[in-house]
């Protein structure tokens, strides 16, 4: 009778235990895969070699239609890139938030070192953002090039429209738009102080002294660009998954076994089985180029 007892303690105690790390039931809550059959997983790469630009947006927008077609759980957006065009950014980052809003396809940026200028707008705009410990994310104020090559910072009307852009997709799945607005804009004081991330009107304001000082985030003239602890800690990234060796890569075309990923090896992302990546990567940005 006791057995039977402890059986059944257990048994009530289990989905408690399952769920008892937030993330996990966040992660379960949005991402539903097939637990007996295949699972094919979208995935598509910014690399540092391929700056965003409009045939970036039309490799995402037709790689989106054909994650469709395979009814994939979720997409795996692996970013490594310093940037590229605004215009075109802020239309990737429209249909990133779409699949997921309306299409139910949730978005897993993957961060592999840089996620930097429109790379960071990139990351705000999917549901969930892993990191390695390694990654940076931010440095996104938007500039122009002038005569004679020379880069220079865009007007203010342009930081005002694109700090509204990355403070919507911050808010849009439930970040902190002040740290997204302080990626943009070099003006911008954050500091955390009593728990709270808080923006000040000036460096005098800022607490030095007593039990609680603040604890700065950003100082004004110096654009956000945090580090992977930082990012952690800040809530910006979700979970970080440590460098670690993954299996030999075999040669599948387009079909990708899931376990050459380095996302893989995120407890929750680990147990998904038969999964495979649709790479859409394959010559497509060159074709638009």
């Given at each position: ?10 048994f ?11 993330l ?6 949005h991402?539903?895969?097939n ?38 759980p ?13 215009f ?9 938030k ?7 396809i ?16 990139m ?6 953002i ?13 500039v122009?090039m ?18 509204a852009?990355?403070?919507?997709a ?15 804009d ?5 500091v955390?102080r ?20 603040d604890?700065?985030i950003?100082?004004?003239g110096?654009l ?9 800690n ?12 993954l ?10 076994p ?7 090896k ?7 089985p038969?999964a ?14």
């Open positions: 009778m006791q057995m039977i007892k402890t059986c059944l303690l257990l009530f105690l289990l989905p408690l235990m399952l769920f008892s790390d937030p996990e039931k966040k992660l379960s809550d991402i539903i895969y637990k007996e059959g295949a699972n094919p997983i979208g995935y598509l790469k910014l690399s540092k070699d391929n700056p965003i630009q409009e045939s970036t947006y039309l490799y995402v927008k037709f790689a989106i239609e054909e994650f469709k077609k395979y009814k994939v979720f997409v795996v957006f692996d970013i490594d890139s310093p940037g590229g065009e605004v075109a950014a802020l239309k990737i980052s429209q249909e990133l779409k699949l997921d809003s309306q299409d139910g949730p978005v897993v940026a993957f961060i592999d070192n840089w996620a930097l200028s429109a790379g960071a707008l990351a705000y705009s999917c549901r969930f892993g990191i390695t410990p390694d990654a940076s994310m931010g440095a996104a104020e938007p122009l002038a005569e004679q090559g020379k880069m220079e910072t865009a007007s203010e009307k342009v930081n005002s429209a694109l700090r852009e990355f403070a919507n911050a808010r849009f799945f439930g970040r902190d738009p002040l740290i997204a607005e302080a990626m943009v070099k003006d911008i004081i954050l955390i009593s728990g709270q991330v808080c923006r000040l009107e000036s460096e005098t304001d800022i607490i030095t002294t007593g039990k609680n000082p604890k700065i950003s100082r004004k110096k956000l660009t945090l580090d992977a602890m930082q990012l952690m800040l809530g910006v990234a979700d979970f970080e998954v440590p460098y670690q060796p299996d030999a890569a075999t040669n599948t075309g387009s079909m990708i899931f376990s050459e990923c380095l996302l893989s995120q407890p929750f992302f680990h147990q998904i038969d495979y990546l649709i790479d859409y990567q394959s010559s497509k940005i060159s074709f638009f180029s």
